[in-house]
């Protein structure tokens, strides 16, 4: 599997990006597709996760400004980042992974075998 993320820049404060993460080398029937940012000297963070039968969950620290989605058919993750602060500047990363884990543990980096390479958002 190998996982490409796009769409990150440079923004203003109260600005909006919009991430992808598109998908290929072959999805396995069942799989969890997430993002992920780390800040600079900063631990990976976990932020919202999808599993294929489109369970759902984002952290409740961005939920009221980030939104994740995916498009099945083109296996593209997408991550909207609205009314950004200096504080989401990061790289952000996509990750997945085919084994079952219960939700309590979709944030942590450890649940995950493939990541992307990471794209830079920088809100200033």
């Known amino acids: 599997v190998q996982l490409v993320e796009s769409g990150g820049g440079l923004v203003q404060p109260g600005g909006s990006l919009r991430l992808s993460c598109a998908a290929s080398?072959?999805?396995?029937?069942?799989?969890?597709i997430a993002w992920f940012r780390q800040p600079p000297g900063q631990e990976r963070e976990g932020l919202a996760a999808?599993?294929?039968?489109?369970?759902?969950r984002t952290k409740d620290s961005v939920k009221d400004r980030f939104t994740v989605s995916r498009d099945s058919a083109t296996n593209t993750l997408y991550l909207q980042m609205d009314s950004l602060k200096p504080e989401d500047t990061a790289t952000y990363f996509c990750?997945?992974?085919?084994?079952?884990?219960?939700?309590?543990?979709?944030?942590?980096?450890?649940?995950?075998?493939?990541w992307g390479q990471g794209t830079q958002v920088t809100v200033s």
């Open positions: 080398g072959g999805m396995p029937s069942r799989y969890r």
């Open positions: 999808i599993e294929r039968d489109g369970d759902t």
């Open positions: 990750a997945a992974d085919s084994y079952y884990r219960a939700p309590g543990l979709w944030f942590l980096p450890k649940s995950y075998l493939w």
